[in-house]
């Protein structure tokens, strides 16, 4: 048996089993622990290096799950003699910065874990869409049987890489309604937001240069960051969003040139933006010519609270590029977004949007402006904001009943989310899935929405997904499933060592 160096830093955000994660996999690629070479037993290792015993247990899970380590009962921990090393070093950019690659980011065995939330009879809390009953199925028959009548293979063709524009009007005059002066010339239509996302990025990230975010983020960011190979900073939020001390200290030592941000209902926190934080924001991107990518595809799902602008109604400088669309709030399939963005920006997402798909299908950018036309999208929003406030006072008090005691969550004004943060005591989300998923009940791990392994012990839950009674018994079974891992936890620390 070998006697591990593992330097941890306490004060890191990083959690300690990730640290120990990296430095044990860091010395097997190496070759300082050699295959076969026999480790520490969890209780002898936590003290020997002054940690809990948890944290031990669940890196060396996860050394095993990805084949760095093998277990043999009655015999102890070894490293595995099928292990390869990974692509996780650093590399070299064109600014002579070492950015760590998309190893970093959240690993995608939870991704995959959580993939077996979509078995049918589980009730679901994982998703990010609204629930199919709020969809407006008939209003949509009509408009599709009306385009088609009208405009016959019109409606089937290629339409402007820039858009249908009726459509591209359309989304002027309901973003004018926002505080958002633009024209029509300025409106990108793009199959979702997630793809306005991704074209933003691709167009003005260039080699070399790192993408910003917050620490928790979207996971569709990172999913197109890890995708597109670019390197993924996230800055720490406070109550109020993103923090600006820790901003500007990472543009004076970095100089990105992107910064991607939900003012408004934020996914997966459900945190706001006050006005204040909004305007500094502004007043530091300008200063230091930092553009911001604004999503604002939750701003309105707001059910109590005062209405605050998009950044993009109070930008003055012109750093602010507006992403939303039509998928959260009226109908997710037909994959309709939007893209605001001065010209000089915009020419070169076009570009990118002319390279990924041509245009963004006509039939369904026709359907979708002739919605809007007949004031559907605003009977929609006030119906679901309705329904999602009962069903988020469903899950306030279904979160009281059956979670454990030292659960913490968000009070959201606001958005789908719960944001629920476990007792660090006890077990971890990604051990509280799969315990919950033998109970037909799933939610999303928080660590998928973090860059740097953060998020152990939180989890993201729609509650928006279901109706009051069924949160109900999903909350239970999860809080039923937490209290049956935490009574094998103690059944574990008393266990003799191996």
Same mark, same amino acid.
């Given at each position: 048996?070998?006697?591990?160096?593992?330097?941890?830093?306490?004060?890191?955000?990083?959690?300690?089993?990730?640290?120990?994660?990296?430095?044990? $996999?860091?010395?097997?690629?190496?070759?300082?622990?050699?295959?076969?070479? +026999?480790?520490?037993?969890?209780?002898?290792?936590?003290?020997?290096?002054?940690?809990?015993?948890?944290?031990?247990?669940?890196?060396?899970?996860?050394?095993?799950?990805?084949?760095?380590?093998?277990?043999?009962?009655?015999?102890?921990?070894?490293?595995? +003699?099928?292990?390869?090393?990974?692509?996780?070093?650093?590399?070299?950019?064109?600014?002579?910065?070492?950015?760590?690659?998309?190893?970093?980011?959240?690993?995608?065995?939870?991704? !995959?874990?959580?993939?077996?939330?979509?078995?049918?009879?589980?009730?679901?809390?994982?998703?990010?869409? %609204?629930?199919?009953?709020?969809?407006?199925?008939?209003?949509?028959?009509?408009?599709?049987?009306?385009?088609?009548?009208?405009?016959?293979?019109?409606?089937?063709?290629?339409?402007?890489?820039?858009?249908?524009?009726?459509?591209?009007?359309?989304?002027?005059?309901?973003?004018?309604?926002?505080?958002?002066?633009?024209?029509?010339?300025?409106?990108?239509?793009?199959?979702?937001?997630?793809?306005?996302?991704?074209?933003?990025?691709?167009?003005?990230?260039?080699?070399?240069?790192?993408?910003?975010?917050?620490?928790?983020?979207?996971?569709?960011?990172?999913?197109?960051? +890890?995708?597109?190979?670019?390197?993924?900073?996230?800055?720490?939020?406070?109550?109020?969003?993103?923090?600006? !001390?820790?901003?500007?200290?990472?543009?004076?030592?970095?100089?990105?040139?992107?910064?991607?941000?939900?003012?408004?209902?934020?996914?997966?926190?459900?945190?706001?933006?006050?006005?204040?934080?909004?305007?500094?924001?502004?007043?530091?991107?300008?200063?230091? $010519?930092?553009?911001?990518?604004?999503?604002?595809?939750?701003?309105?799902?707001?059910?109590?609270?005062?209405?605050?602008? %998009?950044?993009?109604?109070?930008?003055?400088?012109?750093?602010?590029?507006?992403?939303?669309?039509?998928?959260?709030?009226?109908?997710?399939?037909?994959?309709?977004?939007?893209?605001?963005?001065?010209?000089?920006?915009?020419?070169?997402?076009?570009?990118?949007?002319?390279?990924?798909?041509?245009?963004? %299908?006509?039939?369904?950018?026709?359907?979708?402006?002739?919605?809007?036309?007949?004031?559907?999208?605003?009977?929609?929003?006030?119906?679901?904001?309705?329904?999602?406030?009962? +069903?988020?006072?469903?899950?306030?008090?279904?979160?009281?009943?059956?979670?454990?005691?030292?659960?913490?969550?968000?009070?959201?004004?606001?958005?789908?989310?719960?944001?629920?943060?476990?007792?660090?005591?006890?077990?971890?989300?990604?051990?509280?899935?799969?315990?919950?998923?033998?109970?037909?009940?799933?939610?999303?791990?928080?660590?998928?929405?973090?860059?740097?392994?953060?998020?152990?012990?939180?989890?993201?839950?729609?509650?928006?997904?279901? $109706? %009051?009674?069924?949160?109900?018994?999903?909350?239970?079974?999860?809080?039923?499933?937490?209290?049956?891992?935490?009574?094998?936890?103690?059944?574990?620390? $008393?266990?003799?060592?191996?």
């Amino acid at each position: 048996m070998v006697d591990l160096n593992i330097p941890l830093n306490r004060e890191s955000e990083e959690p300690i089993y990730r640290q120990l994660i990296r430095h044990v $996999k860091l010395q097997i690629e190496s070759g300082t622990l050699a295959a076969g070479t +026999r480790l520490p037993a969890s209780r002898e290792l936590a003290q020997i290096l002054d940690i809990s015993r948890i944290s031990v247990v669940n890196a060396y899970a996860e050394l095993r799950a990805e084949g760095y380590l093998s277990a043999h009962t009655g015999r102890g921990t070894f490293v595995s +003699r099928d292990a390869h090393p990974a692509a996780n070093g650093t590399r070299h950019t064109s600014n002579g910065h070492d950015h760590q690659d998309d190893s970093t980011l959240p690993d995608s065995s939870l991704r !995959d874990m959580m993939r077996l939330a979509r078995r049918a009879g589980v009730i679901n809390f994982s998703h990010g869409t %609204p629930p199919p009953d709020f969809f407006p199925i008939a209003q949509l028959r009509d408009a599709i049987n009306t385009v088609l009548d009208r405009d016959g293979g019109n409606a089937l063709t290629y339409e402007a890489s820039e858009g249908y524009m009726p459509l591209r009007a359309a989304v002027r005059d309901y973003v004018s309604a926002l505080g958002i002066r633009c024209t029509a010339e300025h409106v990108l239509i793009t199959g979702g937001a997630q793809q306005a996302i991704d074209m933003v990025i691709q167009a003005l990230v260039t080699d070399g240069q790192t993408l910003v975010t917050t620490n928790p983020t979207y996971v569709g960011l990172i999913d197109i960051a +890890r995708a597109r190979r670019i390197p993924l900073h996230g800055v720490a939020m406070d109550d109020d969003g993103i923090r600006l !001390d820790m901003l500007e200290n990472y543009i004076l030592d970095q100089h990105p040139r992107l910064l991607y941000i939900q003012p408004s209902f934020q996914n997966p926190t459900g945190n706001i933006m006050p006005m204040h934080r909004r305007r500094q924001l502004l007043n530091l991107a300008n200063e230091y $010519k930092l553009l911001l990518l604004e999503d604002s595809v939750y701003h309105e799902f707001r059910y109590e609270g005062e209405p605050h602008p %998009p950044l993009k109604a109070l930008d003055e400088y012109g750093s602010v590029i507006h992403v939303s669309g039509f998928t959260k709030v009226l109908l997710p399939g037909m994959r309709i977004g939007y893209v605001i963005a001065q010209n000089q920006h915009l020419e070169r997402i076009v570009r990118v949007k002319l390279a990924a798909d041509i245009s963004t %299908p006509s039939l369904n950018q026709r359907a979708i402006y002739l919605m809007l036309q007949r004031g559907i999208l605003a009977q929609q929003i006030e119906r679901n904001n309705r329904e999602l406030k009962r +069903r988020r006072n469903a899950a306030m008090e279904a979160a009281r009943l059956y979670f454990p005691q030292g659960t913490v969550w968000n009070v959201p004004q606001g958005g789908l989310y719960l944001w629920v943060r476990l007792p660090s005591d006890g077990p971890t989300a990604a051990e509280l899935f799969v315990a919950a998923l033998q109970r037909d009940v799933a939610f999303a791990i928080g660590n998928i929405f973090y860059t740097n392994g953060c998020g152990t012990h939180r989890l993201r839950l729609n509650f928006g997904m279901q $109706k %009051p009674e069924i949160i109900h018994e999903g909350f239970r079974r999860i809080g039923e499933a937490w209290r049956s891992l935490a009574h094998e936890y103690d059944d574990f620390e $008393k266990a003799p060592l191996l």
